[in-house]
């Protein structure tokens, strides 16, 4: 049931923009977007429910398709500060725990 | 604003030891849950309570155990320590259908 995320890894230069994607073999109720730095709890950045919503956070936006079970992450003019592991976590209908995907490494670069 | 409280922050076991670790969530969440997350892994998801009764439960070990107490804090039981249970051990807690606030975390090392 874990989503599986590409790329696993991506290297960027400040100011240039990123797109992570989430896909799931299985029906989607919601798609929460985490980042994580090394040896700390994940931070929560925005929570999409099916529907084809994209929400935005200043530079950080997401979409949720919920036909084809997959969300991207867009991060446009990338900071220092976005460096870290990205993880989507898919929810399904009636549960509230979520199966977090495989995980996005980002590394941003002066 | 309240954050959840985890403890403790590190502990050291040896094999076949036994461990308890505490979540106090966020003020009025009626949903925690417990993470396991291994180096260089993902969190997966152990189990979850909603409003002290257990209401999902994921790749939890039967040496594991979990409950949620009248004032809401939940404790997780492990059991005959195993060097693999080494880990991070996230506590998060929410409203349903809401986003998930994660503790500092519980770091279990088996010696």
């Known amino acids: 049931q874990q989503p599986v995320q590409s790329p696993q890894a991506v290297i960027l230069r400040e100011g240039e923009d990123a797109v992570i994607n989430c896909s799931s073999s299985k029906a989607l109720y919601s798609v929460h977007w985490y980042r994580q730095k090394h040896g700390e709890a994940p931070v929560f950045l925005m929570i999409?429910?099916?529907?084809?919503e994209q929400k935005g956070h200043e530079k950080i936006s997401a979409s949720f398709n919920e036909k084809k079970q997959q969300s991207s992450l867009y991060l446009t003019a990338s900071q220092l500060s976005y460096s870290g592991t990205y993880f989507c976590g898919t929810g399904r209908t009636g549960a509230n725990n979520l199966f977090f995907g495989t995980g996005t490494r980002l590394t941003v670069i002066p | 604003a309240a954050g959840v409280i985890q403890s403790p922050r590190h502990l050291i076991k040896e094999k076949r030891e036994t461990a308890t670790l505490k979540c106090y969530p966020i003020?009025?969440?009626?949903?925690v849950y417990w993470y396991q997350q291994g180096p260089g892994q993902d969190p997966q998801f152990l189990i979850s309570?909603?409003?002290?009764?257990?209401?999902d439960k994921g790749s939890i070990p039967d040496r594991f155990s979990a409950q949620q107490f009248s004032d809401y804090h939940s404790e997780l039981n492990m059991s005959s320590l195993e060097l693999g249970d080494s880990a991070l051990y996230f506590c998060?807690?929410?409203?349903?259908?809401?986003?998930?606030?994660f503790g500092d975390g519980t770091r279990l090392s088996i010696l």
């Open positions: 998060a807690s929410s409203l349903q259908n809401q986003p998930q606030h």
């Open positions: 309570f909603y409003e002290k009764m257990q209401s």
């Open positions: 003020p009025r969440h009626d949903t």
């Open positions: 999409l429910l099916k529907g084809g």
